[in-house]
């Protein structure tokens, strides 16, 4: 608890002024809302970008050209549930596919599972499902470290507010990455690596892992006929997995519009998906670069 009022301290500071900010964030002409649906999670390999609608949909655009490249409900669209609230590429490549590794989708609603599909630009094959057991440490978000070959958990042990702003304890589980030749995999606690808690007051989105530093996008943005709603700053929060603290906050509250939903690099580019009718994708390279 000492140091998650250490990381309150930080965030609050960077509330009252001092956070790492930038003017400018260059956007992709690709729509968010698609099919009616909101946009939810993205995932970037090599130059192609995926984006996630809420139901299961997916797009594959060239990131160079902007092409779109590929569009279609992966199979884990027949959960009624699936809200694909973030996504990121694995290590393994599926069986009788070379064209990209394997994708792991955040279900967020329903059993909080992690649907890992085999994409190609012809559709997608549900190969495994992964979930935690109890309720304790379940996940909305799950995120593949690639480099270390692990597999992170991020969810709220309550939705208990903890101080007078909005503070909510988010909870990190670090696990093994399985392998694809088991078709389901139910993680217990006897699982868990590595585990730790932050705490922040916005409203938390997708993720992303690179190079031992976890990136949250998090915030909100009241669409019109939402205004129930408050509009949680929109920040990115990067987390140093090493030490297990806050290291860093970028304002993007002013640099993009629509609610952050997912983020992810493309080289080294941060990349930031955003919803609603005003979101897109946005090159946040120059704010990025500001802050390193």
């Not at 192609?48 to 590929?70: D, P, S, T, V």
């Not at 393994?92 to 994409?119: D, M, R």
């Not at 408050?230 to 987390?239: C, E, L, N």
Request: hydrophobic share 35%; net charge negative.
């Amino acid at each position: 608890m000492k140091n998650i009022r250490k990381q309150l301290l930080l965030l609050l500071l960077l509330g009252l002024g001092w956070p790492v900010t930038a003017q400018t964030a260059d956007k992709y002409s690709f729509p968010a809302t698609y099919n009616q649906e909101a946009a939810q999670g993205m995932a970037i390999y090599k130059h192609f970008a995926f984006l996630l609608n809420n139901g299961g949909h997916c797009r594959i655009y060239n990131l160079k050209n902007e092409r779109l490249e590929a569009d279609f409900d992966m199979e884990s669209a027949k959960y009624e549930k699936n809200h694909c609230n973030n996504a990121s590429f694995g290590v393994e490549f599926p069986t009788e596919n070379k064209e990209f590794p394997s994708f792991y989708v955040a279900e967020c609603y329903g059993e909080l599972c992690c649907f890992v599909e085999s994409v190609t630009r012809n559709g997608s094959q549900l190969i495994q499902v992964l979930k935690i057991e109890g309720t304790t440490n379940r996940s909305f978000d799950w995120v593949v470290d690639r480099k270390q070959k692990y597999l992170y958990a991020i969810g709220r042990p309550s939705d208990a507010v903890v101080d007078s702003i909005g503070t909510k304890i988010y909870r990190i589980s670090k696990f093994p990455l399985p392998s694809l030749d088991r078709k389901e995999v139910v993680f217990t606690d006897d699982d868990i690596l590595e585990q730790f808690e932050i705490g922040f007051r916005n409203l938390s989105q997708g993720a992303s892992i690179r190079e031992n530093y976890l990136y949250l996008p998090v915030g909100r943005h009241s669409a019109p006929g939402e205004e129930k709603y408050k509009d949680g700053h929109r920040d990115v929060i990067i987390v140093n997995l090493k030490t297990k603290q806050v290291e860093k906050v970028i304002d993007v509250q002013d640099i993009v519009a629509g609610e952050p939903e997912d983020i992810d690099f493309y080289g080294n580019n941060l990349m930031m998906y955003c919803g609603q009718k005003d979101g897109g994708v946005y090159n946040l390279k120059k704010i990025y670069n500001k802050c390193n």
